[in-house]
């Protein structure tokens, strides 16, 4: 296939070079001057859309590809898809689908879990929204930058989805470090603490396979001195992102909201920018009650 891809950051970078390297030909821009291997580079967006049959982007919020689907959408030839991998709110993705539409395209928004690592190994999680013909068309190359891609239903289901699956990942990776601030406080061992949880009803993944302990269970963030892995202010956007679309659709959710402050308080008021989600532990080990 011939591949538009806009936005060769930290993840579309070595996406677009995944591709490449599997005999697509793939055309990249980023608005930095950033490249991938075996990417060939156009001057605008417009341009690497151009005569291409999937036109992938990967970038950092909903204003930006809004933008830059205002740029690629005409310079797109007709019955091409608009793959849409980055995280944005559930309304951008759904207004870029139908933008796209009208213009005789297809259109997927296709966030990913799975991080740097992921995006590096061709490991990554898509959660895709949109047509089943355009799913078709993009499965491929899921395939190629990923292990699994599940199909959620119309356009914005992709977002929906990711953004659900972070504020669970936010509330449990909280009540997981706080738990472990109080077990401390109440005398038990981390290794107790870890040994009876992971197998009890309060496992999750936040304890089970990304213990923000240092010392105990798999190997995580945590024994790393908290270098991400997964970064407190990516953890944040994403609550902002679920806390925008609960007010949208009048949904309650409490446990997202307060994470969504916490996270707030971590990243903007304390040292949290530039730290592993995770890292909230040492910050309840500092503190008391008030
Ligand atoms: P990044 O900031 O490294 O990359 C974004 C790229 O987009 C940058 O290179 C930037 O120059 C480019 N860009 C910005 N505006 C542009 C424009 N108008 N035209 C062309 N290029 C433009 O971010 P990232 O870490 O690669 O993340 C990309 C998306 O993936 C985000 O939505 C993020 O939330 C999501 N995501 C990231 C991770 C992660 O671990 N990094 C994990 C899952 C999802």
């Known amino acids: 296939m011939k591949i538009g891809f806009i936005g060769l ?43 291409s049959d999937v036109v992938i982007t990967m970038l950092p919020n909903g204003a930006i590809l809004r933008s830059v689907a205002n740029d690629v959408i005409p310079a797109m030839k007709p019955g091409a898809v608009l793959l849409d991998c980055s995280t944005v709110d559930v309304q951008s993705a759904r207004d870029v689908a139908a933008q796209a539409a ?9 966030p990913v879990s799975g991080g740097i690592g992921g995006a590096a190994g061709g490991t990554l999680t898509f959660m895709v929204g949109g047509s089943d013909a355009a799913f078709a068309t993009a499965k491929p190359l899921f395939d190629i930058m990923g292990q699994k891609a599940v ?62 302990s240092p010392g105990v269970g798999p190997t995580s963030p945590a024994d790393n001195d908290y270098n991400p892995g997964f970064a407190a202010e990516l953890m944040l956007k994403d609550l902002r992102l679920s806390q925008q679309a609960a007010e949208a659709a009048d949904a309650d959710t409490p446990m997202g909201q307060a994470a969504t402050a916490l996270y707030t308080e971590f990243v903007e008021n304390e040292d949290g920018q530039g730290r592993d989600f995770s890292a909230m532990l040492p910050r309840f080990e500092k503190r008391g009650r008030n």
């Open 151 to 212: 199909h959620c239903g119309e356009s914005g289901n992709g977002q929906a989805a990711k953004i659900c699956n972070n504020m669970i990942l936010g509330v449990t990776m909280i009540g997981t470090c706080e738990a472990f601030a109080l077990a401390d406080k109440l005398g038990l061992s981390r290794e107790a603490m870890f040994d009876v949880v992971s197998t009890s009803s309060g496992y999750s993944w936040s304890m089970n396979a990304y213990c923000p």
């Open 9 to 51: 950051g930290n993840m579309g970078a070595p996406m677009a070079a995944n591709l490449a390297k599997e005999g697509h030909e793939v055309v990249g821009f980023d608005v930095a001057g950033a490249t991938a291997e075996g990417v060939s580079n156009a001057a605008s967006a417009a341009a690497a859309a151009e005569g």
């Open 102 to 110: 009208e213009a005789g395209l297809g259109a997927l928004d296709a």
